[in-house]
C-alpha cells in the first residue's frame, strides 16, 4: 500500500506533534497573478475562533434563508412581508421602513454608512469582516464541511484525491456535488424570494407559473454559488475582490490582525523531548497553522493580502501550545507595534483609538444622525409640481392671465386620503382642478396620482412678468402638510 502522509516518529515537530506536509507558498515561492493554483485541502481547526465561525455561519445563513418568510402587518392592501424589494410598484420595505423612488438617498445613505462601518472595523481589528461575515467566506466554509463529511479531513481528501477512482470514489465525489448543488440552488431559490411576496412566488415557481427572470436569477445564484464556493474558493478574496487591495490603507502598525508573534517565535524548529527552550523560539515548524489556512499562505510570513483573517491558525496553534506545554497565543489578535515594543523591551499596548479610527467613528455617527433625521421626521405626503411651457399662458377674453400646473401627489400613509389645495402668494387666484369641481384631490392609499390645476389671475398689476407661487396640499384629519413652490408666469 502507498502511504501518502507519512505521520511517523521521524516526521514529528515535537513529541506528539506530526509536521504537516502543508507547502508553504508564500515563504518559498511568491505569489504570481499567473501561477496555476494549487488545490488547498484545510484541515478542521478545533477551538475559540471556529466555534465563532461555525456560530456566524448558523445565524447569518439563518437570516438569509429565513428573512423574506418574516411577516411584517402594514395595513390593508399592502404587502405583509418584512424585508421585500417590489420591482413591480417600486417599493423597497425593510419592516416599518417603506422607500419610494424619490427617497433612493436613504440607499446610498446606508450604502455610505455600511462602507464607513467596515472602515471603522478594519482600521480596528483587521479582516473581520472577510474572516466572518462575507457571504463568499461563509458559503465557502459550508461547502468545505460538506466536502469534509463525505470525503473526511485533509490528509484523508489528499489521499482521495490522488486514488485511482474507485466505486468509493464515485460514490464521495458524486455525493458532494449533489449536496453543493442542492445548496446551491437552495441559495438562488431564496435570492428571488426576496423580490416577490415569498408564499406565492415559491408555488409560483414549482408549478412553472413564476416570471421568466425569477427562473433565470435563481439559475444565475445557484451556478455562481456552485462555482465560487466549490470551486474558486479563496481565489475570489484572492484575485477578484477589491477588499483586500483597499484594507492595506486602511490598516496601520495600531490594528489588531491575526498576527504571528516572531518576537516569541523565532527561532523556530523542531524540538526534541526534554530538550530545553532556552536560546530559541516556541515554533516547532509543525506547520499546522498552514495546514488549517482556508487561503494556504504561512502566516508567519507576515500580514498578507491573501490573508482573511479567519483566525482558524490561532486555534491550530494554540492546540499545539497546549501539547507541547508552552504558553498559548504565540499566533494571536496582536498589532505589529506590540510585536516591535517587546522586541525593545518595551510594555505592549492596544490604541483602538486614534486619530484615523475617530474620524471614522465621528464621520459615520454624522451621517447616521443625518439618515435617523431624515427617517424618523419622513413625511408620508410629497408634492411635486410641473408648469406647463407649451404654451407659457393663456390670456383669457377677460384680460386675465391662466397658468396651467401638472401636479403629482405622493400618498405614502396606509389609507386613502382627501386632501385640501391651495395656493399661496398671487392676489386673488382662482384654482381649477381638472375634471372636478372642489378642490379636495382623493388619493388612495400608498399611491402617486397626478392632477392637472389651472390658476387664473386677474390681479396683475403687482406680479410682473412672473410671480412666486405656492402650491399647498393639506390633509384634513393629520393636518400633515406638502408645500412646493414654482412661477406664475404673465408675459414673455
Ligand atoms: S506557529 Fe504554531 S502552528 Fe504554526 S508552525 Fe509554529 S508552532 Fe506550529
Ligand atoms: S493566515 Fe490565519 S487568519 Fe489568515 S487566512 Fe490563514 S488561517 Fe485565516
Known sequence: MTILIDNTKRREAAPGVPRSQAPNPTSSTPASLYKSREQIYPKLAHGVFRNLKWLAM??????????????????PGQPDQAVLVDFENARFYFFFIEIWPQEVYYITGLLILAALGLFLITAMFGRVWCGYACPQTIWTDLFIYVERFFEGDRNARIKLDKAKWSVSK???????????????????????????????????????????????F?????????????????????????????????????????TYRYDRGEPRGAHKKG?????????????????????????????Q??????????????????????????????TEANVVARIAG??????????????YAVVFAAVGGIMLYALLGRSTLDLNVVRDRQPNFVRLSDGSIQNGYTIKVLNKATETRTLTLSVDGLPSPTLKVAGQTGLNLIVPADDIIDFRVLIVEDDL???????????????????VTAIQSTVFVTGS
Open 170 to 216: 464515485i460514490y464521495k465525489k458524486t455525493a458532494k456535488h449533489i449536496v453543493w448543488l442542492l445548496i446551491a440552488a437552495l441559495t438562488g431559490g431564496v435570492w428571488i424570494l426576496y423580490f416577490h411576496d415569498a408564499p406565492s412566488i415559491a408555488r409560483d415557481f414549482f408549478t412553472g407559473h413564476a416570471p421568466m427572470t425569477s427562473y433565470i
Open 218 to 258: 435563481a439559475a444565475i445564484l445557484t451556478f455562481t454559488t456552485y462555482s465560487l464556493a466549490g470551486f474558486m474558493r479563496e481565489q475570489v478574496c484572492t484575485y477578484m475582490c477589491p477588499w483586500p487591495r483597499i484594507q492595506a490603507a486602511l490598516i496601520d502598525e495600531d490594528a489588531l490582525n491575526v
Open 461 to 479: 398689476i403687482d406680479i410682473g412678468v412672473r410671480g412666486d407661487v405656492t402650491f399647498k396640499l393639506v390633509d384634513p384629519v393629520t393636518s
Open 275 to 303: 530538550a530545553t527552550w532556552e536560546g530559541r523560539g516556541d515554533c516547532i515548524d509543525c506547520r499546522q497553522c498552514v495546514a488549517v489556512c482556508p487561503v494556504g499562505i504561512d502566516i508567519r510570513d507576515g500580514l
Open 305 to 334: 493580502l491573501e490573508c482573511i483573517g479567519c483566525a482558524l491558525c490561532i486555534d491550530a496553534c494554540d492546540e499545539i501550545m497546549v501539547k507541547i506545554d508552552r504558553p498559548k497565543g504565540l499566533i494571536a489578535y496582536d
Open 58 to 75: 448558523v445565524v447569518l445563513l439563518g437570516i438569509y434563508y429565513a428573512l423574506p418568510w418574516v411577516r411584517w402587518d402594514r395595513g
Open 346 to 359: 518595551e510594555k505592549p499596548r492596544f490604541r483602538l483609538i486614534r486619530a484615523r479610527t475617530m474620524i
